[in-house]
């Protein structure tokens, strides 16, 4: 059985998700692209020996052998999107976030549940073997009963300015990916948090009303208590790592290097810088997530990471920006 | 010259600080051992051959050999043993804390001030290889402007319940030492601080009215932001780890472990855990920094931890327990 | 410019080198796949999308469109393929050994020159980023004068003993890989060494007439010392590892783990053993070789593993299998 | 139970015997120290608070008070000294090597049999953490059958060239800790041993009649294979460091550094270097085997490094010099 997908957003995470749909993803066959900007959507098209070109999604969604899709395109249109193929009865990948804001987030939701199709959100750090590992394990009860859980996550350099005035801020556009792995982690909700932040990177992005770096500290329903550490700028590489201690032990990950040489040398011993890019680090989880949505079509079950795993993130992410704003504590049940 | 030193309190740390004082202090003399149970310090001043033995401080200090005193004491003895031994001309090196509340601290420090002896707080843990390169490295600029910092600090096992009753709770107890950590590594002065809590290692330790796991949120007047992680439980060791995280790098320091020996094993790759007590990783810090006290004395210089060093972690140390109470950021003047 | 290239031989190492082909060396067409056994061909060509698929050789390099071929049949196939390519002016990549003969590889080579064409030998772990950053480092003088080369290489089981019969013997079918490394790592040649081994994993290979565990000393034209260490047996993993000491300091290369994740529990420290099988290891070496000779056919530069790459490997197993069975250092000149 | 010991030779080793003597052995008392150099004794017990000071050992060991000695004269005095002592009935502690030719050793060691004294010779890195869990491990039986052992052991620099040329050579002056280590970690007898060596390090060293960088290859009666390098000469520090490999799996010990910081920065990761010097690696050994030594003489039990223990090294050494100069491998039943 084969699954015929059309994806929709031929930008940066677009293209990486056409590749291994057309090379890495058993059962998968990409159909079909979508983007407003024909020429891009043809460029891809001609990369990856996709037989159909659109620009417009009612053009894909419209044809009856497109089982599924995939969404990335930009943050305002996923929601629509999702409503849009959900009524034309496809199943739906799309890349986080799913809106940024509530209402949207529900209505989208809602469309999917009311069409009975399948809703997959990319959280596709998921997949990655560290953090799958850590999850397994403490799942399993290695280390007990959790007490603290701590996440680490620095971009290598902040993004454009350009980019930051429309993200949503810090906690919707970066700690969102901490939040879905503070929950995927230990398998348990988050029922309050406390963020605090500061502008020491770059005072371009206070001045567009962020704050550049940042620190969430979060408790569980189990009573464990978690923290979320954000720079934009760590100029070592992209660092990303997690520990937990638990009544029985403690799991922590380090990040990963291109190679093992360590050199030896008068003044100390040295090695190479980490990764600086997330798709150098991350490129294995984005094959693992898209193979695991096409499986859930071809088995009929349910995704791995369902829209609830899309709208809980974005709860959390409101949470920590009133925080940071009223310099406060707030509960997640006091953003509707 | 030499320095003839009388040692208060025979106690644990007490026998430790009189061991360090006879082998490895170079210009220390100790002359005296002074404690309420007089075989206590009659057994300590065989194993060390130290020739006067007291019960009573008075009988120290009063001698005029004796240029300075060790209290190792019970904490509530202290502030009133510092102000002795200040009023004698004694030189003081106090273990932590100097009081478990401000005014006892501040008649103290005064008590100093106006007789022109010197005063050096034990906080050992500054003195440690790891933690003192961090600092260095932090002061002469190698990772640029501070960004975020990172203290986990966990016991290896809970104390006695009936210690955890008077301990004034593990911000005074546990924390300070962190608190201490936080400002010598960056050689700035916290502002704010938010702290959580939770009862999850011992139900007891919630009945004594304490918590067991907590996690403190502090900002400093540079703008950094500083997390304390606490637990009064790590099974697989002492667990006392630095992270600092810059604008042009970071440093990070690992525990240490008896041996560095590696097995390779079917099942994956094993090594040793590290030390479970303190005074296994922290043996050298207490003989550096009685060599620094005796070296302030004979060289007349100021101590390296000042009484100003004892007094301003205990007031971070009450803004957390206010946070923890209050359920909301706490600065720092608002402790008076 | 498109390489059009036939694959001989679907066995275990051609199916990987066939993947590759298809999907992931940039101008490279996968046009031919080529073995006795046509179902095993056919299946192959189904699965990675190839046009021809053929039983013979000659019915390959008779095609005009052909431009290369890739060897990957059993070694006595080796030397007479690329006499027939040569001949049919195709350029030849050829899994190593190209024989267990020198004779043999003598007129190979000498039907290459003959006929101008490119010969590639399948040295892989020239292209794994440890031992092509250890040989950068050292040619870039950044640890002087080498002094000492340690190569350690042990599979993780042995062969079954059918193939170790067949084999030629560790030091031609095990060692061989470590030669190169040794010649590749150091720029340098080896005029002498010394072989020692035993029978210590599985008497069969012993019956057999091989070793099973081998110690091999040589030495340098330049002076340097490289050991090599060899075990059919490690099981905790395919254990590939070297370290190079200099003048100026030392270099040294540590496995790699499929995650990062360390357990701390009460009894030690725990991670993930090392990769057990060398493709796992060496996937993207396989991608990596086959990119250089591709690209050296476009470029029309010699290939990076020549010929004469091939036959020094070969006369040093050779050497060391006479100084194992003699009890004495062998120098490479004796081999003829 | 005291032991009363006197001290012969108060150089580097010396006063590093006599300060653990006099602080860290318990059970000990430094009662006397002897050096043809009277001021140097004098200063020697001055500083470790030693009663009797002599120029002549003939007065040590005729004081009937006197229960042991600790010989750190001399390579030339060491048998000497062992048959006087012996003969008056002293226990003795003998710095290696007992003696460069094995007539002086065998005759030493007739006396200290004839007259029922203990002999243990100084081999303290026996008593490093890391050898000692590795040899416990093995003993135990966590990797099965012993395949490969591997000593890696060079020093920071060059001894000076007066030194080298009264060494004896790199084997008996250097090698002779890693053939001891040898025996040590596996508890099996070398039967054979093959050497090379070259001058890389400093041409004075070849001058003098020596090696400064060499490799032995060894067989165990139980059939495994040892390499020992060496190097006078690791810029980066002192490298001491042991691997094994066995049927069921492999240890390794790793160098042990000053501090456990890591400086993560754009160029890579950076931690200190190892140790330069052996009295900082090794210090706790020599206070462990000194120890023992009083330990053997309180319990009335064999030294835990015996005559024997002294003598085969000086075999392996003998036999590695004859392998480098014959060129060619040596049995050590060759060596009378």
Redesign the interface.
């Known amino acids: 059985m084969t699954i015929h997908i059309g994806l929709i957003g031929t930008g940066r995470i677009g293209r990486l998700h056409a590749a291994n749909l057309a090379?890495h993803v058993p059962g998968a066959h990409l159909a079909a692209v979508v983007d407003v900007n024909r020429a891009s959507a043809e460029q891809a098209a001609r990369e990856f020996n996709v037989p159909l070109v659109f620009e417009n999604i009612q053009d894909l969604i419209s044809r009856p052998e497109i089982d599924a899709v995939v969404i990335c395109s930009s943050t305002d249109t996923h929601a629509p999107f999702i409503i849009a193929a959900a009524r034309a009865g496809k199943h739906i990948f799309c890349e986080k976030p799913i809106a940024l804001n509530l209402p949207s987030i529900d209505t989208a939701l809602q469309a999917v549940a009311a069409h009975g199709v399948k809703l997959m959100v990319g959280f596709n750090r998921r997949y990655h073997?560290?953090f799958k590992?850590?999850r397994e394990?403490i799942a399993a009860g290695?280390?007990g009963?959790p007490?603290?859980v701590?996440i680490?996550s620095?971009d290598s350099k902040p993004p454009p300015i350009e980019y930051v005035k429309v993200s949503g801020g810090i906690f919707l556009d970066m700690t969102i990916h901490d939040f879905d792995m503070a929950r995927y982690l230990l398998g348990d909700e988050v029922t309050e948090l406390?963020a605090?932040?500061?502008?020491?990177?770059d005072p371009a992005i206070g001045a567009a009303g962020d704050v550049d770096?940042?620190?969430v500290?979060m408790?569980y329903v189990n009573?464990?208590?978690c923290?979320i550490?954000n720079?934009r700028?760590?100029?070592?590489?992209y660092?990303q790592r997690v520990?937990v201690?638990g009544?029985?032990?403690?799991?922590?990950?380090?990040?990963?290097?291109?190679?093992?040489?360590?050199?030896?040398?008068?003044?100390?011993?040295?090695?190479?810088?980490?990764y600086f890019g997330f798709t150098d680090l991350y490129a294995d989880t984005y094959i693992a997530e898209m193979t695991a949505f096409v499986d859930s079509i071809e088995k009929n079950t349910e995704p791995p990471v369902t829209g609830k795993d899309g709208r809980v993130p974005l709860v959390m992410g409101l949470a920590a920006t009133r925080s940071l704003r009223e310099?406060?504590?707030v509960r997640l049940d006091e953003i509707q």
């Open positions: 090379r073997s560290n590992k850590i394990l290695k280390i009963r007490y603290l701590r680490t620095h406390y605090t932040g500061n502008v020491l990177v770096t940042a620190v500290v408790r009573g464990a208590i923290t550490e720079s700028q760590a100029v070592y590489g660092d520990e201690l009544s029985e032990g403690a799991l922590s990950s380090s990040n990963e290097y291109p190679d093992s040489v360590t050199h030896h040398a008068r003044d100390g011993v040295h090695s190479s810088p980490t310099h406060r504590p």
